[in-house]
Each structure stands twice: as structure tokens, then as C-alpha cells.
């Protein structure tokens, strides 16, 4: 079998070139990945901190639970982790199937996780006013967390739209 006519061979980088969209989804997916595992594990250490806070607290204050109270209660870091369990699950189903509908039911988690930590500052912040809660387990992990989570939504909407750029189309630059 011959080669075709009018190349030697030596043009094979040309017909060998990998789309941008291939490599920059490469690149993302694995940003990606250690930013959900960084924020789940982030999460889970928060947890167990808030936990392990709550059962040495006094009795006095174990007693008063009540969401006006302002303390940081475990069960709204429980649903923080919950949410970030969910959307770390959507995400790693989204980047091996390469589904936009994972991805977008990640972004939604994300936002989910957000409020469920936005209520968590907001409640420790009041009880930290009162002198009643340890800034680290109240303020300085959740506002990480939210700095994380802002993170993923950032790549998750950046594999979202390098998933939905048509081939061969060159991607616009800011």
C-alpha cells in the first residue's frame, strides 16, 4: 500500500492535532477533582471539630438549642456535609461520563452547601458577638469552605462550558 500523493509524511503533526477543547477539559478535570475532595474533607474535618465542640460544651449551654440561641448546632454542619457528600458524588459521576446534567446538578449542591455554611457563619457570628463560640469552629473554616466552594462553582461552570463548545471552534479568551 502506497502513501497518498503529495505528502512525504512528515506533515503527520497536522493530522495529529487534539482539539483545545479536549485539553483544556483534561486540564480542568483535574482541578476539579482535588478541589471536591479538598471541600468534602474540609467539610468532614468541620463536622467532627463542631461534634467533638459540642460534647465537651457545658451542660448549661448544651441546653439551650434552639436556632435563636445563636450557637453553631451540628445538625446544619451535618447537612453542609451532606450536600457536600452529594455534590462530590455528581461531580465524580459527571467528569467520568462527561454529562452536563451531573454538572449542573453539582453546581446546584454547591449553592445548597453554600446557604446550609452562610446559615452556619450567620448563627456563629451572632453567638460570637455574645462571646458564647470559638471563632475557628464558627467563622474561620466556614469562611474557607465558602472560599472552596467558590472554587467549584468557578470550575464547575468552566467544564460546563468547555463541555458545551462545539468542536473545532476555537474558545474565546478573556
Known amino acids: 500500500m502506497s ?4 505528502t512525504d509524511g512528515s506533515d503527520f503533526g497536522f493530522r495529529q492535532r487534539v482539539e483545545s477543547q479536549y485539553s483544556d477539559s483534561v486540564r480542568v478535570k483535574g482541578t476539579f477533582r482535588k478541589l471536591n475532595a479538598g471541600a468534602a474533607g474540609l467539610t468532614g474535618a468541620w463536622l467532627s471539630l463542631v461534634v467533638a465542640a459540642s460534647f465537651m460544651a457545658p451542660a448549661s449551654s448544651a441546653a ?11 445538625w446544619l454542619v451535618g447537612a453542609s456535609f451532606a450536600a457536600s457528600l452529594i455534590a462530590l458524588a455528581l461531580g ?12 449542573r446538578l453539582f453546581l446546584g449542591h454547591v449553592v445548597l452547601d453554600l446557604a446550609a455554611v452562610g446559615l452556619a457563619i450567620y448563627f456563629a457570628f451572632t453567638a460570637t458577638v455574645r462571646h458564647e463560640q470559638n471563632l475557628l469552629l464558627g467563622i474561620a473554616l466556614p469562611a474557607l469552605l465558602v472560599v472552596v466552594k467558590g472554587f467549584q462553582l468557578s470550575f464547575g461552570r468552566r467544564l460546563l462550558a468547555v463541555w458545551q463548545q462545539p468542536a473545532g471552534r476555537q474558545r474565546k479568551t478573556k
Not at 3 to 6: I, N, Y
Not at 65 to 74: A, I, K, M, N
Open 3 to 6: 502513501r497518498p500523493t503529495g
Open 92 to 103: 465524580n459521576v459527571a467528569i467520568v461520563q462527561n454529562n452536563t446534567m451531573f454538572i
Open 64 to 74: 439551650s438549642s434552639d436556632l435563636s440561641s445563636g450557637t453553631l448546632h451540628p
